[in-house]
C-alpha cells in the first residue's frame, strides 16, 4: 500500500477558482473508496512549488501524482521533476488529456516521471497503489527493465454510477467561491477537427443514472451548496434525460438552486420545451460553441451544425431569459477575414451575456494538428510551440501567439485579429453586464465599464470574494 498526495497544478499564474477540480475529486474518491491513504494540494488556492516540496517533504509519500492538460504541460511536468530532485525516494505519477493522447512518449521525453495513467483513471491509479504489478493494469505507461517503456491499453468505464462522484472530503472547500461543479456523462461522438475530447474520453457517451445525479444534488444542497455547473461536453445530447433531471430535481426538493452548464451544449440540440423545463428546474445560464460564422467554415471545422439552427438556438436561448455565452475560434484553414466579420456579426446580433473568441489550437492527434503538420504552417517548432503553450493561455483576452498559418491569413493578419476580437468581447461583455445591472438605474453604466476592463477581470479571477459577490448579482442566488 501507497501514500499519495494528489495535486492540482495550474498553468498560468491566475488562482482563485469557483469550485473545487474536478477530476482531481474522483481520484480522490476512488482513493477514499479503495482505502487508500492521500491528500491534496490544489494549487490555484495559492500554493507555490516550494509550498509543495515541503509538504512532500514532511508527509512521508510514497508517491505524488497529477494530472496533466496539454495547455501549460511543461509546468506540470517541471513541477514533478523539482519534487523528484528534492525527494528521489518519491514516485512521481502523471495522467489526464496529454498524457493519454501521447502515451508511452511521456516516459520518454520525461525521465523524472516514474509511471503514467492514461484514460479515466480512477480504477487503476488504486489499483497501482495497492500493490498490483504495472504490466497488468490498463491504461498503464510504465517502464520495464530491457523492454523499455512499455504503454497499456486503456480499458473505459462503461457503468459510471460504479465511480463514487466526489465528496471532497480533504479539499479545503471553505476557500472556493460559490459552486460545485457536476459531471453526467464522458464522451464525445463528433468529430470537430480541434477538440481532442473523442480521442481521451472516447468517442461514445457514457451516462449515469438520473438517481446518481439527484443523490450527488442533495448531498451537496443539504451542505448549504446552491449552485450547480454541470460540466458536461454534451449535457443536452439526450433529450429525454434532461427533462427527467428536472424531475428528479423537483421530486428531491431541491429549490432556489442556480443551474448553469458553462461548458457550453450543442446548438442542434436545444428546442423550446427543453429550455423551459431546464429554466422551471432552475437554469439561468449556459454557453453554446458557435465556432464560425458562416456555413463554409462549419463545414471545414465538421461541427455537423448549420448557421440556422446556431442562429435559432441563440435567438430562442435569448428569447427565454438565459444568460448566455458564446464560444468562437478563429483562424480555420481556408478563413478568411471576411470570415471572421461573419462571426463578430453573429456575436454582436443577440444579447448575449459574453462572446470569447480563441485563437485556433492544434492539439496532438486531432485533425487539425496533421493539417498543419502536414502543411508544415507551424509559426515556430511544434514541439517548442507545444511547450509553450502555456505562455499563450489567454488567447481569448490577449494577443497570444498564433501556433500556425494558413494562407488567408499571415502571422501579422492573426495578431492584428487577436487585438481587435479581445475588444470585441470586452465591448460585448460591457453590455452583458449593464443588462445584469439593469435594475441599478445609471449606475448601470459604471460598473458594467469596471467590469469590462482588464484590469478589473485580472482581480475578478483571482480574488473568490468578487466570484460570490457577482454570482449573487447574477443570479441572486445563494452561496455555499
Same mark, same amino acid.
Given at each position: 500500500?501507497?501514500?499519495?498526495?494528489?495535486?492540482?497544478?495550474?498553468?498560468?499564474?491566475?488562482?482563485?477558482?469557483?469550485?473545487?477540480?474536478?477530476?482531481?475529486?474522483?481520484?480522490?474518491?476512488?482513493?477514499?473508496?479503495?482505502?487508500?491513504?492521500?491528500?491534496?494540494?490544489?494549487?490555484?488556492?495559492?500554493?507555490?512549488?516550494?509550498?509543495?516540496?515541503?509538504?512532500?517533504?514532511?508527509?512521508?509519500?510514497?508517491?505524488?501524482?497529477?494530472?496533466?492538460?496539454?495547455?501549460?504541460?511543461?509546468?506540470?511536468?517541471?513541477?514533478?521533476?523539482?519534487?523528484?530532485?528534492?525527494?528521489?525516494?518519491?514516485?512521481?505519477?502523471?495522467?489526464?488529456?496529454?498524457?493519454?493522447?501521447?502515451?508511452?512518449?511521456?516516459?520518454?521525453?520525461?525521465?523524472?516521471?516514474?509511471?503514467?495513467?492514461?484514460?479515466?483513471?480512477?480504477?487503476?491509479?488504486?489499483?497501482?497503489?495497492?500493490?498490483?504489478?504495472?504490466?497488468?493494469?490498463?491504461?498503464?505507461?510504465?517502464?520495464?527493465?530491457?523492454?523499455?517503456?512499455?504503454?497499456?491499453?486503456?480499458?473505459?468505464?462503461?457503468?459510471?454510477?460504479?465511480?463514487?462522484?466526489?465528496?471532497?472530503?480533504?479539499?479545503?472547500?471553505?476557500?472556493?467561491?460559490?459552486?460545485?461543479?457536476?459531471?453526467?456523462?464522458?464522451?464525445?461522438?463528433?468529430?470537430?477537427?480541434?477538440?481532442?475530447?473523442?480521442?481521451?474520453?472516447?468517442?461514445?457517451?457514457?451516462?449515469?443514472?438520473?438517481?446518481?445525479?439527484?443523490?450527488?444534488?442533495?448531498?451537496?444542497?443539504?451542505?448549504?451548496?446552491?449552485?450547480?455547473?454541470?460540466?458536461?461536453?454534451? %449535457?443536452?445530447?439526450?433529450?429525454?434525460? !434532461?427533462? +427527467?433531471?428536472? &424531475?428528479?430535481?423537483? =421530486?428531491?426538493?431541491? $429549490? *432556489?438552486? /442556480?443551474?448553469?452548464?458553462?461548458?457550453?451544449?450543442?446548438?442542434?440540440?436545444?428546442?423550446?420545451?427543453?429550455?423551459?423545463?431546464?429554466?422551471?428546474?432552475? %437554469?439561468?445560464?449556459?454557453?453554446?460553441? !458557435?465556432? +464560425?460564422?458562416? &456555413?463554409?467554415?462549419? =463545414?471545414?471545422?465538421? $461541427? *455537423?451544425? /448549420?448557421?440556422?439552427?446556431?442562429?435559432?438556438?441563440?435567438?430562442?436561448?435569448?428569447?427565454?431569459?438565459?444568460?448566455?455565452?458564446?464560444?468562437?475560434?478563429?483562424?480555420?484553414?481556408?478563413?478568411?477575414?471576411?470570415?471572421?466579420?461573419?462571426?463578430?456579426?453573429?456575436?454582436?446580433?443577440?444579447?448575449?451575456?459574453?462572446?470569447?473568441?480563441?485563437?485556433?489550437?492544434?492539439?496532438?492527434?486531432?485533425?487539425?494538428?496533421?493539417?498543419?503538420?502536414?502543411?508544415?504552417?507551424?509559426?515556430?517548432?511544434?514541439?517548442?510551440?507545444?511547450?509553450?503553450?502555456?505562455?499563450?493561455?489567454?488567447?481569448?483576452?490577449?494577443?497570444?501567439?498564433?501556433?500556425?498559418?494558413?494562407?488567408?491569413?499571415?502571422?501579422?493578419?492573426?495578431?492584428?485579429?487577436?487585438?481587435?476580437?479581445?475588444?470585441?468581447?470586452?465591448?460585448?461583455?460591457?453590455?452583458?453586464?449593464?443588462?445584469?445591472?439593469?435594475?441599478?438605474?445609471?449606475?448601470?453604466?459604471?460598473?458594467?465599464?469596471?467590469?469590462?476592463?482588464?484590469?478589473?477581470?485580472?482581480?475578478?479571477?483571482?480574488?473568490?470574494?468578487?466570484?460570490?459577490?457577482?454570482?449573487?448579482?447574477?443570479?441572486?442566488?445563494?452561496?455555499?
Amino acid at each position: 500500500m501507497k501514500r499519495i498526495l494528489l495535486l492540482y497544478n495550474v498553468y498560468s499564474d491566475e488562482l482563485g477558482s469557483s469550485r473545487p477540480p474536478l477530476g482531481t475529486g474522483y481520484l480522490a474518491e476512488a482513493l477514499s473508496e479503495g482505502s487508500v491513504d492521500y491528500d491534496v494540494i490544489d494549487m490555484k488556492l495559492g500554493y507555490s512549488e516550494d509550498d509543495v516540496i515541503e509538504r512532500v517533504r514532511k508527509g512521508g509519500y510514497d508517491c505524488v501524482g497529477t494530472t496533466v492538460y496539454t495547455v501549460g504541460h511543461k509546468r506540470f511536468f517541471g513541477l514533478l521533476g523539482a519534487i523528484k530532485d528534492a525527494c528521489p525516494g518519491v514516485a512521481t505519477i502523471a495522467g489526464g488529456p496529454h498524457v493519454t493522447i501521447l502515451g508511452a512518449k511521456i516516459l520518454e521525453e520525461y525521465p523524472k516521471v516514474d509511471i503514467a495513467f492514461t484514460g479515466e483513471a480512477e480504477r487503476s491509479l488504486v489499483r497501482y497503489l495497492k500493490g498490483e504489478e504495472p504490466s497488468s493494469i490498463p491504461g498503464v505507461v510504465h517502464r520495464d527493465g530491457a523492454k523499455g517503456v512499455c504503454a497499456n491499453p486503456l480499458e473505459r468505464p462503461g457503468d459510471l454510477d460504479a465511480i463514487g462522484w466526489p465528496r471532497y472530503e480533504k479539499f479545503e472547500l471553505h476557500k472556493y467561491a460559490n459552486e460545485m461543479g457536476v459531471i453526467t456523462s464522458r464522451g464525445c461522438p463528433y468529430s470537430c477537427i480541434f477538440c481532442s475530447v473523442g480521442l481521451t474520453l472516447g468517442k461514445e457517451i457514457r451516462t449515469r443514472s438520473i438517481e446518481g445525479i439527484g443523490s450527488e444534488l442533495e448531498f451537496w444542497y443539504a451542505k448549504g451548496t446552491r449552485i450547480f455547473n454541470f460540466l458536461d461536453d454534451n %449535457f443536452t445530447f439526450y433529450r429525454e434525460r !434532461v427533462f +427527467a433531471l428536472c &424531475d428528479e430535481i423537483e =421530486k428531491r426538493g431541491l $429549490k *432556489g438552486i /442556480t443551474l448553469r452548464a458553462s461548458n457550453g451544449i450543442r446548438a442542434d440540440k436545444i428546442e423550446r420545451e427543453m429550455l423551459v423545463r431546464m429554466k422551471e428546474a432552475g %437554469f439561468k445560464s449556459f454557453g453554446i460553441g !458557435v465556432e +464560425a460564422g458562416n &456555413d463554409k467554415v462549419l =463545414k471545414t471545422l465538421k $461541427k *455537423g451544425e /448549420t448557421m440556422a439552427e446556431i442562429e435559432s438556438a441563440i435567438k430562442l436561448s435569448c428569447e427565454l431569459g438565459f444568460e448566455v455565452s458564446l464560444f468562437f475560434v478563429y483562424g480555420t484553414p481556408g478563413e478568411t477575414v471576411e470570415d471572421i466579420e461573419d462571426s463578430i456579426k453573429i456575436a454582436r446580433k443577440y444579447p448575449v451575456f459574453k462572446a470569447d473568441f480563441y485563437n485556433l489550437m492544434p492539439f496532438p492527434g486531432t485533425a487539425l494538428w496533421d493539417w498543419v503538420e502536414g502543411k508544415k504552417a507551424w509559426t515556430a517548432d511544434p514541439l517548442e510551440l507545444l511547450d509553450s503553450m502555456d505562455k499563450n493561455l489567454r488567447f481569448s483576452k490577449k494577443t497570444g501567439k498564433p501556433f500556425f498559418t494558413t494562407p488567408e491569413l499571415s502571422l501579422e493578419d492573426r495578431e492584428a485579429l487577436a487585438k481587435r476580437l479581445r475588444d470585441v468581447t470586452l465591448n460585448i461583455q460591457k453590455k452583458g453586464i449593464e443588462r445584469v445591472f439593469e435594475r441599478y438605474g445609471l449606475l448601470k453604466y459604471p460598473l458594467s465599464y469596471i467590469g469590462s476592463t482588464m484590469a478589473f477581470q485580472r482581480l475578478f479571477f483571482n480574488n473568490n470574494t468578487l466570484r460570490k459577490l457577482s454570482d449573487k448579482v447574477r443570479f441572486r442566488g445563494g452561496t455555499r
